[in-house]
Each structure stands twice: as C-alpha cells, then as structure tokens.
C-alpha cells in the first residue's frame, strides 16, 4: 500500500487471514459479475425476443404466401377445367369429327365421332401421339400419299387453311378441312375437322346419273321425229 510516500510490505497471508476477507472477497466478485452479465444477459434476452419475432413473421408471410398460391393454383384449375368442359361439349355437339393438335403433334383435344370415323382405338388416342394415329389413318385412304404429301404442306405454313377430299377402301368419301388454332394472334396449335359426305355425293352422282339419263332420252325422242 501507499500511503503519503510511504511503502509498507503486507504478507499475502496476513490479507487472507483476515476475518472478514472471504465475504469481502466474495461480494466484490459477485458485485463485478454482476455488472459484467447483467448488461449481457438483458442484451442476450432482447436479441432471443427479437429473433424470435423476426422468426414469427418470416415463418407468417411464407405461410401466407403458400395459401396464396394454393387458392391462386386451385382458381386457375377450377377455370381451365371450365374451360376444357366447355370445349368437350362443344367438340361434342357438332356433326363433324373433329381433333386439336398443338404446335409439337401432340393431340390435346378430340371428340368421340372422330375416333368412330377413323376407327381408332381408345388407347392410341390416350397416347395422344400424332403419327400413331396416323398409321391408322392411312391404312384406310385409297391415296395415302396424297394425304401425307398435302398435310406436310399444310404444317410447313402455320396460318395456312385447307379443304381436301379424302376417299377411303370402304367406299366412303370424307371432307378434310384444317386451319390454325390461335390464342391472342399466336398460332398454338391446329384444328382439323372430318365431315362424312358419301351420301351427299352419291346423291350428286344419281342426280347427275339422271341428267345425263334424261338428255339421252330427250335426244333419242328428237331423233324419232
């Protein structure tokens, strides 16, 4: 210790022999831990109270966020599944047999008289693969590179329209009509359409059959006179 100048030398053991130096000791440790973690400890406790708000809200927005795209991904379903049932019935109630093929050949839409017209099994065209329809297709048609050569033309020009007619082994005719199927003035795909018009030109031929037959008549009756 110093006091006024002066030195004095106090043994180390004298100090700790010192009735009251433990609890002394011990208070002014106690006192300094204190004010060293008391600070530390409330800094620790607002940080904990502050992650863990943080947390709350990161984890409420993301769960927010998640039910917002599940009502979004759910409406857009509900209206697409709208708007398929849509064209299923209108595919549906018309006379021709109709098939929507997109921008890859891949068929995305067809009504049940076209499968009936081309004889196509339910299971190829769940495959929804353009050329093995097609085998089934040309196995029927009386020219079926006619009908290959005309509808590569068709898709090398995608605002390009069409009216064809299709004769078949069986004797029937049919009018293939084909044109682009758009979205905004995008071309997305194509639309064909197949009309069964064997009667229609059998009853042509009769018709004209009977022209000719009558004329003939008319003449032999002018020859007679």
């Given at each position: 210790?110093?006091?006024i ?5 106090i043994?180390?053991l ?6 009251g ?9 106690k ?13 620790v406790?607002?940080s904990?109270v ?5 947390f709350?809200?990161?984890v409420?927005?993301l769960f ?7 009502i979004?991904?759910?409406?857009a ?7 398929l ?10 006379a021709d047999?109709i098939?929507v ?8 839409a ?12 339910a ?6 693969d ?16 006619d009908?290959?050569e005309?509808?590569?033309?068709i ?6 329209k069409s ?8 004797g029937?005719?049919m009018?293939?009509?084909?044109q682009?199927q ?9 639309v ?5 018009i064997t009667?229609r ?7 004209e059959?009977?022209i000719?037959d ?11 006179q």
């Amino acid at each position: 210790l110093g006091v006024i100048g002066l030195s004095v030398n106090i043994p180390v053991l004298s100090v700790l022999g010192f009735p009251g130096w433990n609890l002394t000791y011990l208070h002014s440790h106690k006192e300094v831990t204190k004010k060293i973690t008391g600070p530390l400890t409330r800094t620790v406790g607002l940080s904990a109270v502050i992650l863990f708000v943080c947390f709350g809200l990161i984890v409420f927005f993301l769960f927010r966020k998640a039910d917002t795209e599940i009502i979004q991904r759910k409406k857009a379903e509900q209206e697409q599944k709208l708007s398929l049932s849509k064209l299923e019935a209108t595919l549906e109630s018309t006379a021709d047999g109709i098939v929507v093929v997109d921008k890859d050949k891949k068929i995305i839409a067809s009504n049940e008289l076209f499968a009936k017209m081309w004889k196509i099994p339910a299971n190829i065209l769940e495959i929804r693969d353009v050329e093995k329809v097609r085998t089934y297709i040309l196995d029927q048609l009386i020219n079926p590179d006619d009908f290959i050569e005309k509808t590569k033309k068709i898709y090398a020009d995608p605002e390009a329209k069409s009216l064809e007619i299709l004769h078949f082994k069986d004797g029937r005719i049919m009018e293939r009509y084909s044109q682009p199927q758009k979205l905004d003035d995008q071309v997305i795909g194509r639309v064909w359409s197949f009309r069964d018009i064997t009667e229609r030109v059998l009853a042509e031929k009769k018709r004209e059959s009977l022209i000719v037959d009558l004329k003939k008549a008319l003449d032999e009756v002018k020859s007679l006179q």
